[in-house]
């Protein structure tokens, strides 16, 4: 056998012996993966948004996991574990009727890319005159990256929910 083809498949065969669960894993410090109890209904959400502004007018506004007010409407979290935009870092508070607690799961920032996620541990939202939702559980993932040489942005964002809400059937 040639050295050259010795060695691929000597290459090959340390491939396929290699663990592959690093590939496969997250990268996230802290777990972000969300229980998903029997009964429950997941909600896949992803939304895309880009603007002409620069990236850091958004990252100004959206770079802090405690201070979100921007994202619920102003309404600001109350209680606070850890240290701001560091993973495993915590933030609560009520939103819409119900409770949240939060864990910062991943975080970056760069100059042409904000993103982090975080999960949420189950709360009951429970708005006046709407059907009451049960969140077993969530995740989201916020991206926010420079295009067009820094003239404009990207917004992503994306959601997993598990909820269960007997008043819409599911």
């Known amino acids: 056998m040639h050295s050259g083809h010795l060695a691929a498949v000597l290459g090959l065969t340390i491939l396929c012996l290699t663990p592959i669960g690093r590939a496969n894993s997250s990268s996230f410090p802290t777990n972000n993966d969300i229980h998903c109890p029997e009964g429950s209904y997941t909600s896949f959400v992803h939304n895309s948004y880009t603007y002409n502004a620069p990236l850091h007018e958004f990252t100004n506004i959206t770079k802090s996991f405690f201070d979100f007010a921007w994202y619920t409407g102003g309404v600001p979290a109350t209680n606070f574990t850890g240290t701001d935009n560091v993973p495993g870092a915590t933030r609560s508070g009520t939103l819409a009727g119900g409770a949240y607690h939060e864990t910062l799961t991943?975080?970056?920032?760069?100059?042409?890319?904000l993103e982090y996620s975080y999960h949420g541990d189950p709360y009951v939202l429970a708005v006046p005159g709407q059907p009451t939702?049960?969140?077993?559980?969530?995740?989201?993932?916020?991206?926010?990256?420079?295009i067009c040489g820094g003239q404009g942005n990207l917004y992503r964002h994306h959601h997993l929910h598990m909820l269960q809400s007997p008043e819409l059937g599911v």
């Open 106 to 113: 991943a975080y970056q920032l760069r100059p042409d890319v």
């Open 133 to 146: 939702i049960d969140f077993n559980g969530y995740a989201e993932t916020m991206r926010f990256e420079s």
